[in-house]
């Protein structure tokens, strides 16, 4: 399926494309991904402490960021049907052995090598979402655009959704009840999500030489993953903040509460620019949503209680999601057409990595200075990646403001949308 020159644009331009289960398949097996993190915590914290706990929810966040890419690779190469069906059923699995293993009291290595394991076998399936909505989109670029904005705010529900049902059901149900949902989801939704008639097969070259040739990595990539890795510490230099000033004030739980706050404008932010997108070239909004949530970060370092702390996350919500639509519509320009799905995971994982190197530098710095300093974490990564972006600018087509051309592609028995794409408002000719 493809995108048509006749294409209804916004909302319904995106549900042409895949008809209406496809968003609730890819929101549904997504979800898994934001209730286990706080699942893990929840979970392992309430039988053996913040210590396990954390090291456990590290254990999980570094496979999804080594598998991410991975399964991209193999996505690409084989097709999505038959990678995400494996990956939702090994991953379901082992997430089931995940609870047994904790609820046995197993020792914590067995507990930290399952949640790599659960990590690695993540089906991804956010960032395969985007590279297969690129995909139905064809060659009409206002059509892409709108439907990775559509999909990336998919995302910053999800966000909003996991954490305070993982919540609710830890104390309503039982703390390893989020984490067996996890497992339902993505076995069942995942394995729809997988075959569903939209599903891409095997894209690019069609023999592994000719694939070979395909490079991934190109400076704007690296550039485009670098601000994803600093995304991620902005996010995670601020949510360590947030709990460390709940532990405090002595109301840890009500620290989920007040994140939540970003997630919901943030989702608010992404529906609005699904609707209303504008005419700035991607570059251009990624430099002022970035310049702009820079900004929004710094009256973090005047929080001193959790509502003041609620509204300043609410604030920087505000232009998360538009920053990661741009970023993301960026990526889907600068990966090769044959590697889409891997240069989306190997994004996504950027951010998760930046997550965690952010945490890991912000917790003892919390600990030893309080939630400022924490918060003057994600005030240097979100200023860090807004001078990224400006600097980069400075580099005329061969920064963000301009990608350069993509090499032609050749036609081939595998990729179905051959060709240079036709030129919009939003993804100007130059840069092909």
Same mark, same amino acid.
């Given at each position: 399926? @493809?995108?048509?020159?006749?294409?209804?644009?916004?909302?319904?331009?995106?549900?042409?494309?895949?008809?209406? +289960?496809?968003?609730?398949? #890819?929101?549904?097996?997504?979800?898994?991904?934001?209730?286990?993190?706080?699942?893990?915590?929840?979970?392992?914290?309430?039988?053996?402490?913040?210590?396990?706990?954390?090291?456990?929810?590290?254990?999980?966040?570094? &496979?999804?960021?080594?598998?991410?890419?991975?399964?991209?690779?193999?996505?690409?190469?084989?097709?999505?049907?038959?990678?995400?069906?494996?990956?939702?059923?090994?991953?379901?699995?082992?997430?089931?052995? $995940? *609870?047994?293993?904790?609820?046995?009291?197993?020792?914590?290595? +067995?507990?930290?090598?399952?949640?790599?394991?659960?990590?690695?076998?993540?089906?991804?399936?956010?960032?395969?979402?985007?590279?297969? !909505?690129?995909?139905?989109?064809?060659?009409?670029?206002?059509?892409?655009?709108?439907?990775?904005?559509?999909?990336?705010?998919?995302?910053?529900?999800?966000?909003?959704?996991?954490?305070?049902?993982?919540?609710?059901?830890? *104390?309503?149900?039982?703390?390893? @009840?989020?984490?067996?949902?996890?497992? =339902?989801?993505?076995?069942?939704?995942?394995?729809?999500?997988?075959?569903?008639?939209?599903?891409?097969?095997?894209?690019?070259?069609?023999?592994?030489?000719?694939?070979?040739?395909?490079?991934?990595?190109?400076?704007?990539?690296?550039?485009?993953?670098?601000?994803?890795? $600093?995304?991620?510490?902005?996010?995670? &230099?601020?949510?360590?903040?947030?709990?460390?000033?709940?532990?405090?004030?002595?109301?840890?739980?009500?620290?989920?509460?007040? !994140?939540? +706050?970003?997630?919901?404008?943030?989702?608010?932010?992404?529906?609005?620019?699904?609707?209303?997108?504008?005419?700035?070239?991607?570059?251009?909004?990624? %430099?002022?949503?970035? =310049?702009?949530?820079?900004?929004?970060?710094?009256?973090?370092?005047?929080?001193?209680?959790?509502?003041?702390? #609620?509204?300043?996350? #609410?604030?920087?919500?505000?232009?998360?999601?538009?920053?990661?639509?741009?970023?993301?519509?960026?990526?889907?320009?600068?990966?090769?057409?044959?590697?889409?799905?891997?240069?989306?995971?190997?994004?996504?994982?950027?951010?998760?990595?930046?997550?965690?190197?952010?945490?890991?530098?912000?917790?003892?710095?919390?600990?030893?200075?309080?939630?400022?300093?924490?918060?003057?974490?994600?005030?240097?990564?979100?200023?860090?990646?807004?001078?990224?972006?400006?600097?980069? +600018?400075?580099?005329? %087509? =061969?920064?963000? %403001?301009?990608?350069?051309?993509?090499?032609?592609?050749?036609?081939?028995?595998?990729?179905?949308?051959?060709?240079?794409?036709?030129?919009?408002?939003? %993804?100007?000719?130059?840069?092909?």
């Amino acid at each position: 399926m @493809s995108g048509s020159d006749a294409a209804p644009g916004g909302f319904r331009g995106v549900f042409a494309l895949g008809g209406s +289960a496809l968003p609730v398949y #890819a929101f549904l097996a997504r979800l898994p991904a934001a209730l286990c993190p706080i699942g893990t915590l929840l979970l392992i914290n309430e039988r053996d402490g913040i210590g396990d706990a954390g090291t456990v929810a590290a254990a999980l966040w570094l &496979g999804q960021a080594l598998g991410g890419p991975v399964i991209g690779r193999l996505a690409d190469r084989r097709g999505h049907r038959p990678v995400l069906l494996v990956a939702c059923v090994a991953n379901a699995a082992v997430l089931a052995a $995940l *609870v047994a293993a904790v609820l046995a009291g197993l020792p914590l290595p +067995a507990r930290t090598a399952l949640a790599v394991a659960a990590g690695l076998t993540v089906p991804q399936v956010g960032p395969l979402a985007r590279a297969r !909505w690129a995909h139905l989109a064809g060659e009409d670029e206002a059509l892409v655009g709108t439907a990775l904005s559509f999909d990336t705010t998919l995302d910053e529900l999800g966000f909003v959704v996991g954490p305070a049902l993982a919540g609710i059901l830890a *104390v309503t149900v039982h703390p390893a @009840s989020a984490l067996v949902l996890a497992a =339902g989801l993505i076995l069942l939704f995942g394995t729809l999500f997988a075959v569903h008639p939209t599903a891409p097969g095997p894209l690019g070259a069609p023999d592994a030489d000719a694939r070979a040739d395909v490079r991934l990595w190109s400076p704007e990539l690296v550039l485009l993953c670098t601000m994803a890795v $600093l995304q991620g510490a902005a996010w995670s &230099g601020a949510n360590t903040g947030v709990n460390a000033l709940a532990q405090s004030l002595g109301e840890p739980g009500a620290a989920g509460l007040a !994140w939540a +706050a970003m997630a919901v404008t943030s989702s608010i932010a992404g529906f609005v620019t699904v609707a209303r997108p504008g005419s700035a070239d991607l570059g251009v909004r990624l %430099r002022r949503t970035i =310049g702009v949530q820079a900004l929004l970060t710094l009256p973090l370092l005047a929080v001193s209680g959790l509502p003041g702390a #609620a509204l300043a996350v #609410a604030g920087i919500g505000l232009a998360v999601a538009p920053h990661l639509i741009a970023l993301f519509g960026l990526v889907e320009r600068a990966g090769p057409a044959q590697r889409r799905g891997e240069a989306m995971t190997v994004v996504g994982s950027g951010l998760i990595v930046g997550q965690a190197l952010a945490a890991a530098a912000a917790g003892p710095l919390a600990a030893a200075h309080g939630h400022r300093a924490a918060f003057a974490v994600s005030c240097a990564a979100a200023a860090a990646s807004a001078v990224l972006a400006w600097a980069a +600018a400075g580099r005329g %087509r =061969g920064g963000v %403001r301009g990608l350069p051309p993509r090499p032609t592609r050749t036609s081939s028995p595998r990729d179905p949308s051959p060709g240079p794409r036709c030129s919009s408002p939003d %993804r100007p000719r130059s840069r092909r």
